[in-house]
Structures are given as structure tokens and as C-alpha cells.
């Protein structure tokens, strides 16, 4: 079964410690991994798409990385604004989320 | 620039009440459209999808159905609302290709 797995679940940080968020995928046929940020009370906010493993993508303090089984959100120096919850995704036929990883960072 | 609709932003219904979620689409034709439901502090849950008019894709055996009657409208109905139905629900679409992008979402709670 095609499945998506985030870790960690949450993540607390100071302001300027860079760290990593995870994403494992299983899927026969990737056609595509994104990451999104999802604020309280929003709709998830499209960041990065990701197709063939070795590929970046950079955008601000954020750069997403993919390998053939997981990808991961790289934080460099992150501020108070980028508390959120991280969803990674992945496409065959439909759109499958992970369950996020709620990030917060400390002033 | 392509912009995705979905009201009421808030939703209060009693159990065993109808519901009608509306969702529509501009600045593209012949969508993928999505609904999920997200419950608090959890991920996405697919329910529906469609990749046209009168094709649905149901994910999850529940008491919610979708429709499609037009190419960029897509509506989540239920005839009688359960407690279990509360949650945040999300329309989205996509290209046949590509992520898909969300609209603002329908906070509903079932009392």
C-alpha cells in the first residue's frame, strides 16, 4: 500500500537553530512529492514540488531535498514566523498527505 | 491566475441535519478536484476526488457523498449530519499533473 510518513511529529527550536524534517515514502510510481505549510485555521500553502531523487529546491530559509525513499525539509536559521505545520504529499492517480510535523520556534 | 472558492468559512449543524459544502474554481478548465477533512491536530484524510463531470473516486466508505455538476464546481453533501462528521474540510485542485492547492476550508461542527 502506498503510504507517506512525516517525523517528527513536533518540533520545538530556538530562533537561529537550523534542523530537518523528514518524509518516508513507499509508493510504486511517484509522479511528484510537495511539501506545504498549514497555519492554524488555513488551508495548507503550496511550497515545493519534487520528482527524481538528487533534485532541490530552495525558497527563503527552506530547501527540500529528495532521495528514492524520503525527502527532507531543511530549516537554516529559522525565525518566529515559520512556526506551522509542515505536510509533505505525494502523487499517483490522487494526492496523499502525511500527517505533518508541527513546527515551533522559540524567540 | 487560477483562484479556488469554498464557503461558509464556518459551519454549526445538529445531528441528522442535511449538508451541502460548495467549492468552485476560476482561471482553469478541466480540473482535478479534491475534498479532504482533516480532524484536530491530524493530516489530511482524502475523501473524494474527481478528474471530471459525473466522476467521482470515493476514498472512504462514510455517510458523505460528492458531486461534480459542472467542470469547476465540486460539493460535499451529507443527508443527516453524525457527531463523527465534525472536522475542517478542504476543496483543492490540481492539473493532472502537479500539487494540488487548497482553499481556505469549512470549519463544520456537528452539536
Known amino acids: 500500500e502506498d503510504q507517506v510518513t512525516q517525523s517528527p511529529e513536533a518540533l520545538r527550536l530556538q530562533e537561529g537553530e537550523s534542523s530537518s524534517l523528514n518524509c518516508s515514502y513507499t509508493v510504486s510510481g511517484l509522479r511528484g512529492l510537495f511539501w506545504y505549510r498549514q497555519d492554524p485555521g488555513k488551508g495548507p500553502e503550496f511550497l515545493f514540488t519534487l520528482y527524481s531523487a538528487g533534485e532541490e529546491k530552495e525558497k527563503e530559509r527552506l530547501k527540500a531535498t529528495l532521495t528514492k525513499k524520503e525527502s527532507f525539509l531543511h530549516i537554516t536559521a529559522p525565525k518566529p514566523e515559520d512556526s506551522a505545520t509542515y505536510l509533505c504529499a505525494f502523487r499517483d492517480d490522487k494526492i496523499i498527505f502525511g500527517k505533518g510535523t508541527r513546527l515551533h520556534i522559540l524567540p | 491566475s487560477q483562484t479556488i472558492h469554498q464557503w461558509p468559512a464556518t459551519l454549526v449543524q445538529p445531528v441528522g441535519s442535511p449538508l451541502s459544502l460548495e467549492c468552485t474554481v476560476e482561471g482553469t478548465s478541466n480540473p482535478n478536484l479534491y475534498w479532504y477533512r482533516q480532524a484536530a491536530g491530524r493530516g489530511l484524510q482524502l475523501l473524494f476526488y474527481s478528474v471530471g463531470i459525473g466522476q467521482i473516486s470515493s476514498e472512504v466508505p462514510q455517510n458523505l457523498s460528492a458531486s461534480r455538476p459542472q467542470d469547476r464546481q465540486f460539493i460535499l453533501s451529507s443527508k443527516k449530519l453524525l457527531l463523527s462528521d465534525s472536522g475542517f474540510y478542504l476543496c483543492?485542485?490540481?492539473?493532472?499533473?502537479?500539487?494540488?492547492?487548497f482553499g481556505q476550508g469549512t470549519r463544520l461542527t456537528v452539536v
Open positions: 483543492a485542485w490540481s492539473k493532472t499533473s502537479g500539487p494540488a492547492f
